[in-house]
């Protein structure tokens, strides 16, 4: 008994010192923060943020493992082709329809690094960016921004991307609600 609750303990431990710092993703907080000075008045207020790196990413992998639910083991696939995630979703206040935002400055030094812009896009109040950065070929990372007069969403995912696709489009096949077909 007395060993069980040691392992406990030292799981809680390892847990806590994991998880240090990866509720927060500076790097997400600066773009928000560059598109707010181009947005007079505007003002997004931080509903969630979470940054996972390599060791959060086994954690999880190692939990999902001892969960018995089969449709929970699809998960630990995808989290082995993923290095690190960053996603931060803010409540948008004050951000009229139609605002003219340009591409975030750190998106656009982001080029200078070997990223790539995939999409640049407004439509009905929305912006979206999407670069991407490969390497022989292969997607290694993607950052995506979506902005609407109600919500700022980031995301900056790394890892093995090309495989995390074609899995995702063996299993899904038709992603047509995202322009995408597979098979």
Excluded at 31 to 56: C, M, N, T, W, Y
């Amino acid at each position: 008994m007395l060993a069980k609750r040691i392992g406990t303990l030292v799981g809680v431990a390892f847990l806590l010192t994991s998880l240090t710092g990866c509720l927060w993703a500076p790097e997400l907080d600066s773009v928000r923060k560059d598109i707010e000075r181009q947005i007079p008045d505007a003002h997004f207020e931080k509903e969630f943020a979470i940054s996972l790196g390599p060791i959060s990413l086994g954690l999880a992998r190692t939990i999902i493992r001892l969960v018995p639910d089969a449709d929970v083991h699809e998960a630990r696939e995808y989290l082995g082709d993923l290095s690190k995630v960053q996603v931060a979703v803010y409540e948008a206040n004050h951000v009229p329809r139609g605002a003219e935002v340009r591409t975030p400055q750190r998106f656009e030094s982001l080029l200078d690094e070997g990223w790539e812009m995939a999409i640049k896009a407004r439509e009905h109040g929305e912006s979206i960016w999407v670069m991407y950065r490969s390497d022989d070929d292969e997607i290694r990372e993607v950052y995506i921004i979506v902005l609407d007069p109600d919500e700022l969403v980031l995301v900056k995912v790394r890892g093995r991307l090309d495989r995390l696709f074609a899995k995702v489009m063996e299993e899904h096949g038709d992603l047509g609600e995202l322009g995408i077909r597979g098979h």
